[in-house]
């Protein structure tokens, strides 16, 4: 049993990752670059949690940051909990203006990732994709046993179920909160911010998409940011955007100042961290 839940344990820290790092801030957002065999190592073992082709996966989260909360949106709450939660994964080929060729020009040029997306079918896409990953763990179970296969297994579809229900809890106002202001629904909520590795301050990540780090404030742990941190440190990336509160902060105020300014009265206020460490300053002192 031990072994059984450190394989498990181990398995989902490094698909999820692979996610996180790989599939959402490398692919998606270019937040960092990387030579090619570290980028595929990290898409790789996001492949294995049975997530779908990286261009697929890169193509509908750069709309979902392009048509935020609208109708658009692939997979905003506001057009029903239930379709931004699994519904969407039904289409059976690309909307319109979900055109990958638009959206993810860049990755394309990869014949590896060209290959996984099979040419735009998106059942054939998603069917290779969990091939791939029911393979690998066919190797691991005459390797290592069916102990190990089926925990990796199991990781994986763990791993799978956590974007599909970050795209419902991170955007309902009512679970999370606001660091920044702006027009769509984003909220930072704790718990998924530790379950997605740090997608979950999904706030601070609107804010700022291309930034390789989105766990702001000290309480806001980022083990995708360490990570990419460390792998700077030991040359295995050769670039990082990293947005600071400060440089966020200061947009957010420009941002409610247009806002007053044109009478329009945002639908989530911010909380105001300056402010309250400013009174924690002052009590202090006193």
Same mark, same amino acid.
């Given at each position: 049993?031990?072994?059984?839940?450190?394989?498990?344990?181990?398995?989902?820290?490094?698909?999820?990752?692979?996610?996180?790092?790989?599939?959402?801030?490398?692919?998606?957002?270019?937040?960092?670059?990387?030579?090619?065999?570290?980028?595929?190592?990290?898409?790789?073992?996001?492949?294995?949690?049975?997530?779908?082709?990286?261009?697929?996966?890169?193509?509908?989260?750069?709309?979902h940051h392009r048509w935020t909360d609208t109708e658009k949106d692939p997979h905003s709450p506001r057009n029903g909990l239930m379709y931004s939660f699994t519904g969407w994964l039904s289409e059976k080929e690309y909307l319109p203006h979900l055109d990958p060729h638009t959206q993810c020009k860049d990755l394309f040029k990869d014949p590896i990732y060209r290959f996984l997306e099979c040419g735009g079918n998106l059942p054939m896409g998603h069917a290779l994709?969990?091939?791939?990953?029911?393979?690998?763990?066919?190797?691991?179970?005459?390797?290592?046993?069916?102990?190990?296969?089926?925990?990796?297994?199991?990781?994986?579809?763990?791993?799978?179920?956590?974007?599909?229900?970050?795209? #419902?809890?991170?955007?309902?106002?009512?679970?999370? %909160?606001? =660091? *920044?202001?702006?027009?769509?629904?984003?909220?930072? $909520?704790?718990?998924?911010?530790?379950?997605?590795?740090?997608?979950?301050?999904?706030?601070?990540?609107?804010?700022?998409?291309?930034?390789?780090?989105?766990?702001?404030?000290?309480?806001?742990?980022?083990?995708?940011?360490?990570?990419?941190?460390?792998?700077?440190?030991?040359?295995? #990336?050769?670039?990082?955007?990293?947005?600071?509160? %400060?440089? =966020? *902060?200061?947009?957010?105020?420009?941002?409610?100042? $247009?806002?007053?300014?044109?009478?329009?009265?945002?639908?989530?206020?911010?909380?105001?961290?300056?402010?309250?460490?400013?009174?924690?300053?002052?009590?202090?002192?006193?």
């Amino acid at each position: 049993m031990v072994e059984f839940i450190t394989v498990f344990l181990v398995s989902y820290v490094l698909h999820a990752c692979g996610i996180t790092i790989g599939y959402h801030r490398l692919l998606s957002h270019r937040a960092f670059t990387c030579p090619k065999p570290v980028e595929y190592f990290w898409v790789f073992l996001g492949l294995l949690a049975f997530e779908g082709s990286p261009i697929w996966w890169a193509t509908i989260h750069r709309a979902h940051h392009r048509w935020t909360d609208t109708e658009k949106d692939p997979h905003s709450p506001r057009n029903g909990l239930m379709y931004s939660f699994t519904g969407w994964l039904s289409e059976k080929e690309y909307l319109p203006h979900l055109d990958p060729h638009t959206q993810c020009k860049d990755l394309f040029k990869d014949p590896i990732y060209r290959f996984l997306e099979c040419g735009g079918n998106l059942p054939m896409g998603h069917a290779l994709s969990f091939a791939i990953g029911f393979g690998f763990r066919g190797i691991l179970w005459a390797l290592f046993g069916w102990q190990v296969a089926l925990a990796s297994l199991l990781a994986g579809f763990a791993v799978l179920s956590i974007p599909l229900m970050l795209n #419902v809890i991170c955007h309902l106002p009512s679970l999370g %909160y606001k =660091l *920044y202001a702006g027009d769509d629904d984003s909220v930072n $909520v704790w718990w998924v911010g530790i379950l997605a590795m740090g997608e979950g301050w999904h706030n601070n990540h609107h804010a700022s998409p291309g930034s390789a780090r989105t766990g702001m404030m000290p309480w806001e742990f980022d083990l995708s940011w360490l990570i990419i941190k460390t792998m700077h440190k030991f040359k295995l #990336v050769t670039r990082m955007n990293v947005a600071t509160h %400060y440089q =966020l *902060y200061r947009a957010s105020m420009k941002r409610q100042l $247009v806002q007053a300014r044109s009478g329009k009265v945002p639908k989530h206020r911010p909380i105001d961290v300056t402010s309250r460490k400013r009174k924690r300053a002052r009590v202090r002192a006193s």
